[in-house]
Each structure stands twice: as structure tokens, then as C-alpha cells.
T-cell receptor, first 110, second 114 residues
Framework: QKEVEQNSGPLSVPEGAIASLNCTYS??????FFWYRQYSGKSPELIMS????GDKEDGRFTAQLNKASQYVSLLIRDSQPSDSATYLC??????????FGAGTRLFVKA | EAGVTQSPTHLIKTRGQQVTLRCSPI?????VYWYQQALGLGLQFLLW???????NRGNFPPRFSGRQFPNYSSELNVNALELEDSALYLC?????????????FGPGTRLTVL
């Protein structure tokens, strides 16, 4: 069973701190990885995609990929209360299938 | 560029009824995915259509079905509604060019079964 695992949280960080969200995946054949943000009652919104080992930065967000460890992370710098949401990690596996994790709930305290 | 659209936004049905949900993908996208998200839970994969064909199906009973039209829009049909079918139904679209399968979600249809 190919899986994407995330800590359900909630992860609570103070405003201005760095939030670190982690994800592991089981299929070594996975090539593409995605982070989505989902506000309560809304649909998931793509934040970042990452395909190569290392870091990818976009504004306050940095995605990190380590294929040897089968590990993906998302760092949110200068966290704001508006970042409070559920963050979904997804991995695109072979056979054109994308598997989503159950998500990590993040609370940013003002 | 218009995003993924879904209709209706909200729907209230009674147990045993049938419902049809609709989705229009982003222009140029040929793949459409359907997901069910019950309150407080994660995304459950329902169906994947590409180029008019059903490519994959999640672990749902046959009363969940759908189709994709020549213009790549899609319908999800649910027959014999049950209370536990109450959920947010999400449609996503992607282009398989480059094989990255970046999925973009529509706003969802909130289905309530009474």
C-alpha cells in the first residue's frame, strides 16, 4: 500500500516563528511532490511543488525534499495567523497516481 | 485563466435520492479527479478520468459513478444516497504533459444527506 504520512497535529506556533511541517512517503518511485493549504470548509490550494532533492523557496515558504530518506518538508517563515490551516502533502507515484496525506493542522497564535 | 469550476455549490438531498455533480477543468487540462472529504477527514480518492476514459477508481461502491465528456468536463453521480455520503466533493484537474500531475482543485460541492 503506497502511503503518504503526516502528523495530524495540531501544530501550534507563535506569530513570527518558523512552522515546520513534515511528510514521509513509501513509494521510492515517487517523482513529484506537492504542498497544499486548505482552510476549513474550503478546497485545497497549491502552495508549492518540488521535484529535485534540496530546497525550493517561494516567498515565506521553503519546501525541502530528501529522496534517500523519502522525506518532504515545508517551512513557513514569519508565520502569520492567516497561515492557520490544514497543510496537505501529496506525492505523485508511478502510474500517474497522486496520493495525498491526511494533513497537518497548523495554528499560528497571535 | 479560469480555474476549475464546480456546480452546484451546495446541495441538500434525502436518503435514497440520486445526485449529479458537475466539474469543468482548467482549459487545456485533460484529466479530472474526484475526491470525497467528510467533515474533519482527509481526501478520499473517488475517480480519475483522462481523455474520456475512467483510468482509476478508489475504494467506493458502484453507486458512485461518473463520466467525462469530449470537452473534458465531468459528472459525478451518486445513487441511493446514504447519510454517510454527506461530504465536500472536490474536483481537481491536471495536465499530464511532463507527467508531473499537478492537480488544481475547484471550490467543491457541499452535499448534505438528510
Amino acid at each position: 500500500q503506497k502511503e503518504v504520512e503526516q502528523n495530524s497535529g495540531p501544530l501550534s506556533v507563535p506569530e513570527g516563528a518558523i512552522a515546520s511541517l513534515n511528510c514521509t512517503y513509501s513509494d521510492r518511485g515517487s517523482q513529484s511532490f506537492f504542498w497544499y493549504r486548505q482552510y476549513s470548509g474550503k478546497s485545497p490550494e497549491l502552495i508549492m511543488s518540488i521535484y529535485s532533492n534540496g530546497d525550493k523557496e517561494d516567498g515565506r515558504f521553503t519546501a525541502q525534499l530528501n529522496k534517500a530518506s523519502q522525506y518532504v518538508s515545508l517551512l513557513i517563515r514569519d508565520s502569520q495567523p492567516s497561515d492557520s490551516a490544514t497543510y496537505l502533502c501529496a506525492a505523485h507515484t508511478g502510474g500517474f497516481k497522486t496520493i495525498f496525506g491526511a494533513g497537518t493542522r497548523l495554528f499560528v497564535k497571535a | 485563466e479560469a480555474g476549475v469550476t464546480q456546480s452546484p455549490t451546495h446541495l441538500i438531498k434525502t436518503r435514497g435520492q440520486q445526485v449529479t455533480l458537475r466539474c469543468s477543468p482548467i482549459s487545456g487540462h485533460t484529466s479530472v479527479y474526484w475526491y470525497q472529504q467528510a467533515l474533519g477527514l482527509g481526501l478520499q480518492f473517488l475517480l480519475w478520468y483522462d481523455e474520456g476514459e475512467e483510468r482509476n477508481r478508489g475504494n467506493f461502491p458502484p453507486r458512485f459513478s461518473g463520466r467525462q465528456f469530449p470537452n473534458y468536463s465531468s459528472e459525478l453521480n451518486v445513487n441511493a444516497l446514504e447519510l454517510e455520503d454527506s461530504a465536500l466533493y472536490l474536483c481537481a484537474s491536471s495536465s499530464l504533459l511532463g507527467s508531473t500531475d499537478t492537480q488544481y482543485f475547484g471550490p467543491g460541492t457541499r452535499l448534505t444527506v438528510l
